[in-house]
């Protein structure tokens, strides 16, 4: 009877572990899948740090979405970026 329950604590434990490791490995796995995603929009310009927002036609130092304070070297990129920017050719066919 000793041996039984030796083993049933140690399936409670690992259920225990199981559980209890669950959500972090759900937040570990959608914080790699948010990033992904933000990934994507950073090839398009810059982007906001925290919430991935595209920075284009920013007026202000902080992000229109988050709130969060660009830094000074994002803003630089961004208007070396669109002071580079070729012009679009009118009569080309969209």
């Known amino acids: 009877m000793a041996d039984a329950d030796h083993w ?3 399936l ?3 259920g225990a572990f199981v559980l209890a490791a669950s959500p ?6 959608l914080s790699r ?12 310009g810059p982007t906001c740090d925290r919430c991935g927002y595209l920075l284009i036609g920013l ?10 304070t660009i830094a000074r070297e994002t ?3 961004l208007e070396r ?11 080309r066919d969209a």
């Open 8 to 10: 049933m604590r140690i």
């Open 12 to 14: 409670y434990g690992f």
């Open 24 to 29: 972090i490995l759900a937040m570990v796995i």
């Open 33 to 44: 899948w948010q990033k992904s995603r933000l990934d994507r929009y950073s090839d398009l």
């Open 59 to 68: 007026n202000d130092s902080r992000c229109p979405e988050c709130g969060t």
């Open 75 to 77: 803003i630089e990129e």
């Open 81 to 91: 970026s669109i002071s580079t920017r070729p012009a679009e050719d009118p009569g």
